[in-house]
């Protein structure tokens, strides 16, 4: 008998050991919700319930900010892990990505997401020699030379085949809605693809073949509301391959385990099979760029042609000038990283684009009088544009249009592809006059308080002294609503000189970092802008983008089914311009 008490007296204490392990670790002092923190789910359950109710997770992070009134708070979303640390405010979020980087690295939280499909690509390392060296290497992809030279006209030919594809599609739907986010996903995917290898991924042109081939369309005359709906094509075998493993970080990502998840996933066939197939091309497009090279002349090498041909030469002659002799390119870097780095353009530069494209899109058809003044000031920057006299890439990049500039900025800020910028403390640090231990995980929100609501209080003294030097540079956003599509606010007037007073675009006019800042801020930046103005110029001079009836419109928006936050509809009903 006394035995059998014994086993229950040590049953007990190990399941009360395990719940007292397995309950939130809290911080002192940062402000939480307190049934969480005696809750081993903490609060899981909240967050949970949030999205099955709105399809959005970071929304609800940040309006916890607002309920506890504060903008620094402790949120418990693992069992009896570290909590994550979530901060709306602007100056402190800019100070840390910026100028805390002794102190904050980014999070390995994205090499969790990504670590399994790019390994040796700079996306995943925390900031050591070997990133810095790699990334030295690569950073001359967003050269204005090689954005100008070899990007722009990549990206203006792909959005020339979404250009034709529409314009296809509108004259069968009738000048009737149909749906334009899968087109807009193709149409970046074939423009980074071009831009990263320098060859033609063909995505929209297999739509473009498809509908030509006279394919039925199901046009619902009853319903002169409803969508047309067109029949996708398949695609060819390496764009499924790579849409495949895109589409992979997702389930990661909604994964409460992604290690777990990514481990197991990568045992699966399809993957296997997707994996090896992207392995295979960018392989073989690598050993023919690589060939290529070494038999032309030196004097009759033309321009690079892709971000692969840039590095690839780069190498070389980095090589060759620590070993004072020729070299061939490619023998420095390990083909891995190689591979890796050019795939990092797709996952990291495909999706955020061709979504932020379509709440752009979404917003200008709802808002006819920006539109408008954004046609007119395109045209008045290119004049001679017309949809039979399309400008060429060169001309679109050095045409001076604050009022797009505005509107680009705007269409960023509105639709928060992204959400936040993530770092872990690598020592411990004080945020706001809280302690923060080392290894703690902070999400820096860039869509809550001070952003797109209302700025919560801040006792000065208690921010850092960097943050206290560095001011508020970027100032509130003041008459216009915080939540309002309003290019307008990202104007200013200043004096030529001549008492003339000329419309500039002020990209620190308010709180905005759809990019993240600093030294792991985002690489692409300057290509996602160009790309941006590339598309934007293209499709108002074709179309102009009406109101789509109440059902297919809104601004509900869904996240982790895919990376970025996606508009839940985009479509649209398309009228010629001439
Ligand atoms: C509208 C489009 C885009 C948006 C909104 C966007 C946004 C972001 C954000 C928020 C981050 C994290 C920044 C941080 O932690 O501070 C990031 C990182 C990154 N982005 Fe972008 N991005 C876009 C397009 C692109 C493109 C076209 C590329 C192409 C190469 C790219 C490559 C990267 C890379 C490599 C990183 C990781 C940087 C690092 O680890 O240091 N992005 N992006």
Redesign the pocket.
């Known amino acids: 008998m006394a035995s059998l008490y014994f086993i229950l007296l040590v049953i007990f204490v190990l399941v009360s050991l395990a719940y007292y392990l397995a309950l939130p670790r809290v911080i002192p002092h940062i402000p939480h919700n307190r049934s969480s923190a005696r809750s081993i789910l903490g609060d899981l359950p909240a967050l949970l319930a949030n999205f099955k109710a709105t399809s959005e997770n970071v929304n609800w992070m940040t309006q916890q900010c607002v309920t506890l009134n504060s903008p620094l708070i402790q949120l418990f979303l693992w069992p009896g892990a570290f909590p994550l640390l979530v901060l709306s405010d602007h100056r402190e979020t800019e100070d840390i990505?910026i100028r805390r980087t002794r102190e904050f690295d980014?999070s390995d939280i994205i090499a969790r997401l990504l670590g399994g499909l790019v390994p040796y690509a700079?996306?995943v390392m925390p900031s050591h020699e070997l990133f810095k060296s790699q990334r030295r290497i690569w950073a001359n992809t967003m050269s204005t030379a090689f954005l100008n030279g070899v990007a722009a006209p990549q990206i203006h030919e792909a959005t020339m085949d979404l250009v034709r594809l529409w314009r296809r599609k509108q004259a069968l739907a009738g000048g009737r809605c149909f749906a334009a986010a899968e087109n807009i996903r193709h149409a970046a995917m074939d423009a980074?693809w071009a831009v990263a290898v320098g060859t033609k991924l063909g995505g929209v042109q297999t739509q473009l073949d498809f509908l030509a081939s006279n394919v039925s369309i199901f046009v619902p005359n009853d319903a002169p509301e409803a969508p047309v709906e067109f029949p996708e094509a398949d695609m060819p075998e390496v764009y499924t391959a790579i849409s495949t493993l895109l589409d992979s970080v997702a389930g990661i990502l909604s994964s409460p385990f992604p290690k777990v998840y990514a481990f197991f996933m990568r045992q699966r066939s399809w993957y296997r099979k997707a994996n090896a197939m992207k392995t295979r091309t960018m392989r073989e497009l690598v050993r023919q760029c690589r060939e290529e090279y070494i038999r032309t002349p030196k004097s009759a090498l033309q321009r690079p042609a892709s971000a692969m041909e840039h590095v690839l030469r780069r190498e070389a002659s980095e090589l060759a000038k620590e070993e004072g002799r020729d070299s061939k390119p490619g023998s420095r870097g390990d083909e891995r990283e190689m591979i890796d780095e050019l795939f990092?353009?797709l996952v990291?530069?495909h999706e955020?684009?061709a979504t932020?494209t379509t709440w752009g899109l979404k917003y200008l058809a709802s808002s006819p009088t920006v539109q408008d003044r954004l046609h007119r000031a395109i045209q008045a920057a290119l004049p001679s544009a017309s949809p039979t006299q399309i400008p060429s890439a060169d001309q679109i990049v050095a045409a001076d249009i604050p009022y797009l500039d505005a509107a680009i900025a705007e269409m960023?800020r509105c639709g928060r592809?992204?959400t936040g910028?993530?770092r872990v403390a690598k020592v411990d640090c004080e945020v706001l006059g809280y302690r923060i231990p080392k290894g703690s995980s902070i999400l820096c929100s860039t869509c809550g308080p001070s952003f797109l609501h209302d700025t919560l209080h801040v006792d000065e003294e208690s921010r850092s002294q960097s943050s206290k030097a560095a001011g508020g540079k970027c100032r509130e956003w003041e008459s216009l609503g915080k939540q309002d599509f309003k290019p307008e606010r990202w104007l200013e007037r200043i004096g030529d000189g001549d008492g003339e007073l000329e419309v500039v675009f002020n990209p620190n006019a308010g709180p905005s970092l759809?990019?993240?800042?600093?030294?792991?801020?985002?690489?692409?930046?300057k290509?996602?802008l160009m790309?941006?103005r590339i598309m934007i110029i293209l499709l108002l001079l074709n179309f102009e983008l009406n109101e789509v009836p109440d059902p297919l419109g809104g601004y509900e928006a869904i996240e982790g089914v895919t990376v970025t936050r996606q508009p839940r509809k985009c479509f649209v009903k398309l009228g010629l311009r001439n």
């Not at 759809?514 to 930046?525: D, E, I, L, T, V």
């Open positions: 990505l980014r700079t996306i980074i990092m353009f990291a530069g955020t684009t932020t960023l592809t992204t910028a993530v759809p990019f993240g800042a600093g030294p792991r801020g985002c690489f692409g930046k290509l996602a790309e941006m």
